[in-house]
């Protein structure tokens, strides 16, 4: 929630990343030291922790930290079981880890809106996103790593069939033999949006509504400070409720970026059905 | 918006969380839930088996009870049977000797009637003796007459 209005430039102020510039000339070589910063400390955290109870499971009937984890990792399993059509090792870690850290990220955006940047602007910092959803970067590169995976094990599992599909479907069968090779590129088109097209909606529709909830944060927040009285407990209340309502569509986010990780894999682990 | 080096970063921090959270967390997890799991339906086996077990044991037992109960049933009548049979035997035996008894002592009335009637033929004919003595007056030889008033005294006696 928004606790007092900082910094200038409005929202638009509030949306810079604390980047470390290596290449003036190219875009692409900077980095946004907030989102590594951030998204590091959390994959410690979860690896520490990982550590910790490690050390302290038990056999018998588990409680506290343990129970809790084993609920998630039972969830998590039960929910790759029924959507994969054989067992493979890394698709459960894999889930569990997805939903794990990006619950865990998006959860950061419930503090208050400015209170890490305040912290950052302590040590220096001018610009700091404390969420590290809130960058394309980190759901695309979830996204991108996905998609290689399933790319892998495509090409591993089935890839004569794999390639067939790039360039017979869908039109092939639909017109006569003489103009197969010609529909065989519009094929190709077509398969590889609607391939690429899998990982551009797995990490926008991540970003959008955290970049969204933020954007929102925000905009409560220059409510609460700029309205007078009235304004402030408005502020408060709906920003109550936002938050709230974030928590919500971070878990949801989570959920359905991990199920989309099994659902993908799961298809390219479907065995190929011969007509 | 756009994306630069921290995508390249995110990746490599991604990729390097699966590979600790399966070796760190989720592995040992899921390991330790399995075998759990295996215990638990190893015991749900082991009861069922001992439940399967005790039924059996419990049938054999109702069977084995079965049988006891009839074969005691069976040897109470046959004490029974045989002592009613000891009693029957024992009350025979006890009339046989009862009426052995009676019988002896019948006998032995006979005899003693017997012995008291020659003492009493044998005192009578003494007294005839010595009335007829007195009667005649005159002196009989004892020995002589004898077989005569024994004789006499016999049909005087003999439906005595």
Same mark, same amino acid.
């Given at each position: ?275 | ?60 037992? &109702?069977? *084995? ?10 040897? #109470? +009548? !046959?004490?029974?049977?045989?002592? %009613? =049979? ?29 012995? &008291?009637? *020659? ?10 003796? #010595? +009335? !007829?003595?007195?009667?005649?007056? %005159? =002196? ?21």
């Amino acid at each position: 929630m928004a606790e007092q209005s900082h910094g200038e430039g409005g929202i638009a102020g509030h949306l810079q990343y604390w980047t470390l510039k290596i290449d003036e000339s190219s875009p692409f070589m900077q980095i946004h030291l907030d989102t590594m910063l951030v998204s590091l400390v959390v994959a410690c955290g979860m690896f520490l922790f990982a550590l910790w109870l490690k050390g302290k499971l038990v056999d018998g009937a588990p409680s506290g930290a343990q129970n809790f984890m084993e609920s998630v990792v039972g969830f998590i399993d039960q929910t790759v079981k029924d959507n994969f059509p054989v067992h493979n090792p890394l698709i459960a870690p894999l889930a569990f880890t997805v939903f794990c850290f990006i619950a865990l990220v998006n959860t950061i955006d419930i503090l208050p809106a400015f209170l890490l940047g305040n912290v950052a602007h302590m040590f220096g910092v001018v610009h700091f996103r404390p969420v590290p959803t809130n960058d394309l970067n980190l759901p695309a590169a979830m996204a991108v790593s996905v998609f290689a995976l399933v790319l892998y094990y495509e090409f591993k599992l089935k890839p004569v069939h794999f390639c067939k599909e790039l360039v017979m479907e869908p039109f092939t069968s639909l017109v006569p033999g003489f103009l197969k090779p010609v529909v065989m590129p519009i094929n190709l088109i077509l398969k590889l949006v609607e391939e690429v097209a899998k990982p551009l909606s797995l990490s926008f529709r991540l970003f959008g509504n955290m970049f969204a909830g933020e954007v929102i944060f925000l905009l409560i927040s220059f409510l609460l400070l700029g309205g007078g009285a009235v304004g402030m407990a408005a502020g408060f209340f709906v920003g109550l409720a936002w938050t709230a309502f974030h928590l919500f569509i971070g878990f949801l986010q989570a959920f359905i970026f991990m199920i989309l990780t099994v659902v993908y894999l799961s298809i390219a682990h479907q065995p190929v059905e011969h007509h | 918006m756009s994306l630069d080096l921290t995508f390249i970063g995110q990746i490599v921090v991604f990729l390097t969380l699966v590979f600790l959270m399966k070796k760190h967390l989720y592995g040992p997890l899921a390991d330790l839930m399995e075998a759990r799991s295996n215990k638990i339906a190893q015991g749900l086996a082991a009861a069922d088996a001992g439940k399967e077990a005790k039924a059996k044991a419990d049938a054999e037992i &109702a069977v *084995q009870l079965k049988e006891a109960r009839t074969k005691a049933s069976e040897i #109470i +009548a !046959a004490a029974e049977k045989r002592s %009613a =049979e000891l009693n029957e035997e024992s009350v025979i035996r006890a009339r046989v000797e009862a009426q052995q008894i009676v019988d002896g002592a019948r006998d032995e009335v006979h005899a003693e009637l017997n012995r &008291a009637r *020659q003492t009493l033929r044998n005192e009578v004919a003494d007294i005839a003796m #010595i +009335a !007829a003595e007195r009667v005649v007056e %005159a =002196e009989l030889d004892a020995k002589r007459h004898a077989k005569l008033v024994e004789g006499i005294v016999s049909a005087g006696f003999g439906n005595a």
